[in-house]
């Protein structure tokens, strides 16, 4: 008896993306094919359970296969194993070096080290992060960390350029390097209010303004690394604090832009003086590693704390903070405008984005 067949040829690869994501979501091939039941691709496709479970392992080898040129995205291009088209590689590439921003909440400003890696089964309890999807984030964090290390030039751009990531997730990552170069603490009980992205927010205000690389964009480590000549600088910042004259010159200019235009001004007026000497006391200590590692913790308890306590709103601290930076330059005997504009410019813009809920 004769049978008639089509048959059609390919040798482009088929990748399921709802499949990837549960292989990067650390889900076996058994618990993969339960969630595909459940999301009823039985009946769209008309399969029986053994072809789904066979669909399944398939796509989960292709994916083992093509991890290694995942790890060096530039290689998924260049090679002929895997016909996968352009738009479809960019995909693979965003997928596999996304991650959950409560993990890396978790391990953020800690040591890309073998100790911390030692702690991701308790971070994954906590975050509800498997166990194998902990370790690729934390492995993609290392690998990035490891290559832009030895790079010169802007660090959003060598990420971008190395591992073919969106202008986003370059910049995200540009700040989990950042972190984890710096150590900043990110894990007391004070500043668990703050999200990723507050931090990712105030990274990259750091690494715009405050890193070797916002004056020379050509020097090596230019963007991981603070500006010492800058944070030298800023001990020249305390005449604002420790000669009195200017201090009261400062408060009057500052209380007379304010009266009338809030309802906390009575507090702006009587806290002024302890609000002025905790930022200037944070600009001037940050010559010292373990400061510049509390630089968030410093500016809630010196800063955030005490106008929540005051109820200031956010309009409140942004009329504040503004006629605060503006007053200095009409102060006749301080000569730190430059530095004091370098400073202030980034702590405006991290304190605006830390004061929240």
């Given at each position: 008896m004769?049978?008639?067949?089509?048959?059609?040829?390919g040798n482009?690869?088929?990748?399921?993306?709802?499949?990837y994501q549960?292989?990067?979501d650390?889900?076996?091939?058994?618990?993969a094919?339960?969630v595909?039941?459940?999301g009823?691709?039985?009946e769209?496709?008309?399969?029986?359970?053994?072809?789904l479970?066979?669909d399944t392992?398939?796509q989960?080898?292709t994916?083992?296969?093509?991890?290694?040129?995942?790890?060096?995205?530039?290689?998924?291009?260049?090679?002929?194993?895997f016909?996968?088209?352009?738009?479809r590689q960019?995909?693979?590439?965003?997928?596999?070096y996304?991650f959950?921003?409560a993990?890396?909440?978790?391990?953020?400003g800690?040591?890309?080290s073998?100790g911390?890696k030692k702690?991701?089964?308790?971070i994954g309890a906590?975050?509800?992060?498997?166990?194998k999807s902990c370790?690729r984030?934390?492995?993609n964090?290392?690998?990035v960390?490891k290559?832009?290390?030895?790079?010169?030039?802007p660090l959003v751009?060598?990420?971008r350029?190395?591992?073919?990531l969106?202008?986003?997730?370059?910049?995200?990552?540009?700040a989990i390097v950042?972190?984890?170069?710096?150590?900043?603490?990110?894990?007391k009980?004070?500043?668990?209010?703050?999200?990723?992205?507050?931090?990712?927010f105030c990274?990259?205000?750091l690494?715009n303004?405050?890193?070797?690389?916002?004056v020379d964009?050509?020097?090596e480590?230019?963007?991981v690394?603070?500006?010492?000549?800058?944070?030298?600088e800023l001990?020249?910042?305390?005449?604002l604090?420790?000669?009195?004259?200017?201090?009261?010159?400062h408060?009057s200019?500052?209380?007379?832009?304010?009266r009338?235009?809030?309802?906390a001004?009575?507090?702006?007026?009587?806290?002024?003086?302890?609000?002025s000497r905790?930022?200037?006391?944070i600009a001037?200590?940050?010559?010292n590693?373990k400061?510049?590692?509390d630089?968030?913790?410093?500016?809630?308890e010196?800063?955030i704390?005490?106008c929540?306590s005051d109820?200031?709103?956010a309009a409140?601290m942004?009329?504040?903070?503004?006629?605060?930076?503006?007053?200095?330059h009409?102060?006749?005997t301080?000569k730190?405008?430059?530095?004091?504009d370098?400073?202030?410019?980034?702590?405006?813009s991290c304190?605006f984005?830390?004061?929240?809920?």
């Amino acid at each position: 008896m004769a049978v008639e067949l089509d048959v059609f040829v390919g040798n482009t690869t088929i990748m399921d993306e709802e499949v990837y994501q549960l292989w990067l979501d650390g889900y076996t091939v058994n618990d993969a094919v339960k969630v595909r039941m459940e999301g009823g691709v039985m009946e769209e496709c008309e399969a029986s359970a053994d072809v789904l479970l066979s669909d399944t392992m398939d796509q989960y080898r292709t994916f083992q296969m093509c991890e290694r040129l995942l790890h060096s995205p530039a290689k998924l291009a260049n090679q002929l194993l895997f016909q996968i088209p352009p738009n479809r590689q960019a995909i693979l590439i965003e997928r596999y070096y996304a991650f959950d921003d409560a993990f890396v909440r978790e391990v953020l400003g800690k040591k890309l080290s073998k100790g911390t890696k030692k702690d991701l089964d308790d971070i994954g309890a906590k975050t509800g992060v498997t166990l194998k999807s902990c370790r690729r984030q934390f492995d993609n964090f290392k690998r990035v960390f490891k290559v832009v290390e030895e790079l010169k030039g802007p660090l959003v751009e060598n990420i971008r350029q190395h591992f073919l990531l969106s202008d986003k997730l370059a910049r995200d990552y540009a700040a989990i390097v950042f972190f984890a170069n710096n150590r900043f603490e990110t894990g007391k009980r004070k500043l668990q209010y703050l999200t990723f992205q507050d931090f990712a927010f105030c990274a990259g205000q750091l690494i715009n303004n405050w890193t070797v690389g916002a004056v020379d964009n050509m020097v090596e480590d230019m963007d991981v690394d603070l500006d010492k000549e800058f944070l030298q600088e800023l001990k020249e910042l305390k005449i604002l604090i420790t000669d009195k004259d200017l201090l009261d010159q400062h408060k009057s200019l500052v209380c007379t832009a304010l009266r009338g235009k809030t309802k906390a001004f009575n507090e702006m007026e009587a806290n002024f003086k302890n609000l002025s000497r905790g930022l200037i006391n944070i600009a001037a200590k940050l010559t010292n590693t373990k400061d510049v590692r509390d630089f968030f913790i410093d500016l809630v308890e010196k800063f955030i704390e005490p106008c929540r306590s005051d109820r200031w709103t956010a309009a409140d601290m942004k009329l504040y903070l503004t006629h605060y930076t503006n007053s200095a330059h009409i102060l006749d005997t301080f000569k730190h405008q430059v530095v004091w504009d370098r400073y202030m410019g980034v702590i405006k813009s991290c304190i605006f984005k830390m004061y929240h809920d």
